[in-house]
Structures are given as structure tokens and as C-alpha cells.
């Protein structure tokens, strides 16, 4: 099973500032890695797939990257509807993996 | 509008059964794989399950193999998830998901608890 670790647990950002998010797969996944959102009492919604592909709708300010086992999410500017816990997912084997989360808070 | 709306979750005694199920409309549902993500309270995104567009291969997380089933109704648009000896840690929210490698559309989930 290919273990997905994100850091960090959470990231404390003022509105305006950068938030980098990792990623890390135990072996490699090529690029197919999908960054996910979730707000409270809401569904995951998809942000980045194939690792840096935007999904339909997603700002300009969300950007991924990486390949093999070392991937990134960065928003480059937080609004605050940015906050929000976001997953990591690998689809590259079996079984299909996420990783813990990384919330997102306003400090 | 492209939707999923799942249904079916509700309160069960450990060792019971639950049949969960998700509607699609608004895309090619007979021509995209489908699968069950869940989330216990509190916690992260497990993958459960995931089925082919014409249901020939099918794929399922360790710990619920033998207990789970999935399968879909092409003609119907339908999406199910027949749970079997259900455990206290199956316990979560189930939400049904278009694939396109990624999890492209979810559903908002439905509930499910396993309690005596």
C-alpha cells in the first residue's frame, strides 16, 4: 500500500500570504496526485489533478506540482474562503490512498 | 447540472446490513468508473470501493473485502454499496464520486452508524 503523508498537520496563514502544502507518497505515484478541499459539513471538492492540472472552476491562485513522490499545493494569496482542510490523494495503485489532511487556519 | 445524491444510510446493530445507493445525472454515467469514499466523524477521506463503467472489474479496500459490494445500474444511473456485517468502524459518512483518475464529482453523502 503506497502511504500518503501530508505536512503540515495545520498551517496558520494570514489572509493575503502564501500557504505551501506537501505531500509525500512512500513509493511513486508518476503524477497522479489530486489535491482535494473540504470545508465543514461540506463535500471534498477536487482543486488539482494529475498533479498540477487546475480542475474546472479552480482560481489561478491554486497551483500543484511535483512528480514521483514529493508533490506540492501552493495558493499563492489566501482568501478566506481558502480556509479549509485540504487532502491529498494518490491513484496511481491499489488500493487508492489520501493522505491525513492539512488544515488551513487563519492566524 | 451534474449531480450525485446518495441514499440509504441510516442506524444498525453491529452484524446488520445496509444497501446504500447514488443517482447521477448531468453526465455520461454509463461511461464513468464510480466509487465510495468514506469519512468517520472527525476524520480523513478512506477510499472503500470503486467499479468499471460496465462493472466487469471491481476494487475494494482491504477491510472491507468479503463484507462489501459494489455495483451499479447502468440503465438507471444508479450507484450501490451492499454492506454486510457491519462494524462499529464502519461508522462514517459514505460519499459516492465520478471518476476520471481523480474524484472529479461527490455526492454530499449519506450517514451511516453502527450502534447497538
Known amino acids: 500500500e503506497v502511504v500518503v503523508t501530508q505536512s503540515p498537520a495545520t498551517l496558520s496563514v494570514s489572509p493575503g500570504e502564501r500557504a505551501t502544502l506537501s505531500c509525500r507518497a512512500s513509493?511513486?505515484?508518476?503524477?497522479?496526485l489530486a489535491w482535494y478541499q473540504q470545508k465543514p459539513g461540506q463535500a471534498p471538492r477536487i482543486i488539482i489533478y494529475?498533479?498540477?492540472t487546475r480542475a474546472t472552476g479552480i482560481p489561478a491562485s491554486f497551483s500543484g506540482s511535483g512528480s514521483g513522490t514529493e508533490f506540492t499545493l501552493t495558493i499563492s494569496s489566501l482568501q478566506s474562503e481558502d480556509f479549509a482542510v485540504y487532502y491529498c490523494?494518490?491513484?496511481?495503485?491499489?488500493?487508492?490512498?489520501f493522505g491525513q489532511g492539512t488544515k488551513v487556519e487563519i492566524k | 447540472e451534474v449531480q450525485l445524491v446518495e441514499s440509504g444510510g441510516g442506524l444498525v446493530q453491529p452484524g446488520g446490513s445496509l444497501r446504500l445507493s447514488c443517482a447521477g445525472s448531468g453526465f455520461a454515467f454509463s461511461r464513468s468508473w464510480m466509487t465510495w469514499v468514506r469519512q468517520s466523524p472527525g476524520k480523513g477521506l478512506e477510499w472503500v470501493a470503486t467499479?468499471?463503467?460496465?462493472?466487469?472489474?471491481?476494487y475494494y479496500v482491504d477491510s472491507v473485502k468479503g463484507r462489501f459490494t459494489i455495483s451499479r445500474d447502468n440503465d438507471k444511473n444508479s450507484l450501490n454499496l451492499q454492506m454486510n456485517s457491519l462494524r462499529a468502524e464502519d461508522t462514517a459518512v459514505y460519499h459516492c464520486a465520478r471518476n476520471s483518475g481523480a474524484y472529479v464529482i461527490w455526492g454530499q453523502g449519506t450517514m451511516v452508524t453502527i450502534s447497538s
Open positions: 490523494q494518490q491513484y496511481n495503485n491499489w488500493p487508492r490512498t
Open positions: 513509493q511513486s505515484v508518476s503524477n497522479k
Open positions: 494529475d498533479a498540477s
Open positions: 467499479v468499471k463503467e460496465d462493472g466487469s472489474e471491481k
